[in-house]
């Protein structure tokens, strides 16, 4: 199979969804039965966690003509090849992750072609240990990279990758870890610290790569280069050379780099070298208007430092200006007029200060000064200052420490349902996401929680969804998103817990099948319109495929065996079997062939009638159940036989009583005919039955309670 952004994937191979024979809580390889083999046994594994190729543009970054070397990539190879494991720590922009693509490749590689990577999903919460039963197989020529700046590992954790990768090893596989300085907790040998690259060398190479080669020989360093033509003859240098040399530090960060050389590709060689050209002259006028343009040239590429360096810190721009070029940066393409409005709400609310804003200068002059462009159509715009907006946020809030809660509240109070900026929550939040990669206690997680207090409005929280989504899927911003989505489900409001729904059912869902059904667990516990949204999630991935199907009736079978209290396992079970969802066609059908699924059928009805708090609900699934029959939906041997076992286990009180003996209100014709088949049928003697583990012998007895509860939630490995 060829994915769009990566190698081939090799088709797993094709094995029905659920086996046909079980032995019942056993997880071992193998099941030695003894005497007469006349049962079932059906050995259930947990789903693999997610893998999906690393992209081809990142491993192409990895390679020649781009990659920027360092001695990174070969000290983790060498330590692949001794133990199939190397694990590179580094702050961010240390060239961590693209390091360890080129690592992998290093050791992988044969004259026969390239290796397949994957990034594997590290799809197991803080207090868990993923299971060798998870991890993939060893397939020969596999390389496989887990991000642990998202999340930190655990000594458990580290020590259970150490063992797989030792497999890996083994079969001619490897694995690589990236993180913090602190996140590797295992044995210090597999570390390796990450080097920086060259960056003027990744902005080079980068721009050489993409054709660009004038904007390359900028940056050279030695300016004496020249061009030849022909075999002897060589022409004049070109002057535009080494004319920006300067322009990158040494310490600037391979991403950084990237980006400057895309903003390098705007620049046409020819307003370069009219620049440099007029630099040059005689004329002193000429000269100053060349250096002029040059330094506008420089301030584009990097994003406007030295212009918003003395704008922001100038004389007087502490007060009206600065607030008018924050407001105008947050709100690029509002009227002039809301920006306005929003820096004049900034600070204390007193009418004297609102006035000032009035007076002297011009509001819309005031923008001028501070780089704001005003558009025809009278809104704010960057158009001749491209990318000065977010610098100028991103360097507000790294300048003026002291004045970041009033930054936060300000923000907070103009994104109100009634703010004057309202509907830019998304750009604004957006934007702080962008402020939050890289400066300390930003407030997009703040400003998150604000948005989720008290606002019905579902606009804003798709919004809010869309945008902890997206922290995430940002490296530096995962694990927080995950603590924060998990705080959400286990104590948020009900607007938070519709997010959290939302996001679950979303992107964050595939990505993190296993987490997200751990919040959809917690939200699963409440009654609410956020526990429809979960149930629809839940019966969506269950739809999807045949492996999201056996994710999720495996889950569902170990909550309610593990919190039998809880009305979690209860729900999620009615929501997979009500006939309103194509699951449950799916599900009787494999009952049939697959004892492992009739058993999770008759344990799940076993379990759910038992809670009271589901009474009505499981009432009108028992009702769906006889009315699909009686249509033709479901097969009807298979589903009477199915009711039959249950009423058999069952107690009869509630659900099931009302469902057998009659409700003045639901004696339609397919209740009755669903009463005369379970009528009709033959009962299995259970005091006889010669199933180990019939799940009739144990419908007697009251059943422990181990509720997780009101706790973290997260299963125990």
């Known amino acids: 199979m060829t994915t769009a952004g990566g190698p081939d994937v090799p088709e797993p191979p094709a094995r029905p969804p659920f086996p046909g024979q079980s ?36 491993q192409e970054a990895a390679l020649d003509p781009v990659w920027a070397h360092t001695p990174t990539p070969q000290r983790t190879a060498n330590l692949l090849a001794a133990h199939g494991l190397g694990v590179i720590t580094g702050e961010r922009g240390t060239g961590r992750r693209i390091s360890a693509f080129r690592a992998l490749h290093t050791h992988l590689s044969t004259p026969a072609g390239h290796p397949q990577l994957f990034n594997l999903a590290a799809d197991w919460d803080e207090d868990e240990t993923p299971e060798r039963e998870v991890l993939p197989e060893p ?40 993180g913090n300085e602190r996140d590797w ?84 060689p020819e307003r370069l070298a009219h620049a440099v050209e007029r630099r040059d002259a005689a004329s002193a006028p ?20 030295d212009f918003l360096e003395q704008t922001l810190t100038g004389t007087g721009t502490r007060g009206q200006d600065r607030v008018m070029l924050l407001a105008a940066a947050y709100l690029e393409g509002a009227p002039i007029e809301r920006c306005i409005k929003a820096a004049t709400a900034f600070g204390a609310r007193d009418e004297a200060i609102a006035r000032r804003y009035r007076e002297g200068r011009s509001p819309r002059r005031r923008l001028r000064d501070v780089g704001v462009d005003i558009t025809p159509s009278d809104t704010a715009a960057f158009h001749s200052r491209p990318g000065l907006a977010l610098s100028a946020i991103r360097m507000d809030w790294h300048h003026w420490a002291d ?61 809010v969804t869309t945008l902890i989504t997206q922290a995430a899927e940002t490296e530096e911003l995962a694990r927080d998103a995950h603590r924060q989505l998990l705080d959400w489900a286990t104590k948020g409001s009900p607007h938070r817990r519709k997010v959290v729904a939302w996001a679950c059912g979303g992107r964050y869902g595939m990505r993190w099948p296993h987490m997200a ?49 809880h009305l979690a396992g209860p729900r999620a079970f009615l929501a997979l079997t009500d006939p309103a969802h194509s699951v449950l066609d799916t599900l009787v059908n494999a009952a049939q062939a697959a004892p492992a699924i009739r058993d999770f059928l008759i344990n799940g009805w076993m379990q759910t009638l038992r809670q009271p708090d589901v009474r009505d609900d499981a009432h009108q699934v028992l009702l769906g159940w006889a009315r699909a029959a ?50 009709n049928l033959r009962a299995c003697n259970h005091t006889q039955c010669s199933e180990p583990h019939c799940p009739l012998k144990d419908a007697a007895g009251s059943l422990p309670d181990t509720s997780a509860a009101g706790g973290t939630g997260e299963p125990q490995a």
């Not at 930190?152 to 690589?176: F, P, Y």
């Not at 240098?237 to 590709?265: E, F, H, K």
């Not at 060349?290 to 584009?300: H, T, W």
Request: aromatic share 6%; with cysteine; proline share 4%.
């Open 23 to 58: 032995a019942v809580g056993n997880s071992g390889p193998t099941v030695q039965v003894g005497g007469s083999n006349i049962g079932n046994i059906n050995i259930t594994r947990r789903p693999k966690l997610p893998v999906t190729p690393i992209s081809r543009s990142d």
């Open 139 to 178: 397939v020969a020529g596999h390389g496989y990279w887990i991000d642990a700046t998202s999340r930190s590992l655990s000594e458990n954790a580290a020590r259970a990758l150490i063992t797989w990768a030792e497999e890996l090893h083994d079969a001619g596989s490897c694995l690589v870890i990236t």
């Open 185 to 268: 907790r295992g044995d210090s040998r597999f570390e390796i610290g990450a080097v920086r690259p060259d960056a003027v060398q990744v902005a080079q190479k980068h721009l050489a790569h993409w054709g660009n080669h004038a904007q390359a020989g900028w940056l050279q360093q030695d300016p004496q280069r020249t061009v030849t033509r022909g075999l002897l003859r060589q022409t004049a240098p070109d002057r535009t050379v080494g004319a920006l040399s300067d322009l990158i530090t040494r310490s600037v960060s391979p991403d950084d780099a990237v980006a400057i050389a895309r903003r390098l590709r705007d620049i046409t």
């Open 286 to 305: 000429e000269r100053e208007q060349g250096a002029s343009e040059l330094r506008r040239i420089k301030e584009e590429v990097l994003l406007w430092t």
């Open 403 to 463: 004045e970041r809660e009033a930054t936060t509240k300000w923000l907070a109070r103009i994104t109100a349902p009634d703010g004057v900026a309202g509907a830019w929550t998304e750009q604004i939040g957006s934007r702080l996401l962008e402020l939050s990669i890289t400066e300390v206690e930003a407030p997009f997680f703040t400003l998150l929680n604000t948005w989720t207090a008290t606002s019905p409005d579902e606009a804003r929280l798709r919004t």
């Open 517 to 565: 059904l751990v919040r959809l667990r917690h939200i699963l516990a409440s009654d609410d319109e956020a526990t429809r949204i979960a149930e629809a999630a839940l019966t969506a991935y269950a739809a999807a495929s045949t492996e999201g199907l056996q994710r999720v009736v495996e889950t569902v079978e170990t909550w309610l065996e593990r919190y039998q209290t």
């Open 630 to 679: 009686h249509e033709g939906r479901l097969d009807r041997t298979a589903t009477f036989g199915i009711l039959t076992d249950v009423r058999n286990a069952h107690t009869p009180l509630d659900a099931m009583s009302r469902f057998l003996y009659g409700s003045p209100d639901q004696d339609d014709q397919a209740l009755i005919e669903a009463r005369l088949a379970l009528a």
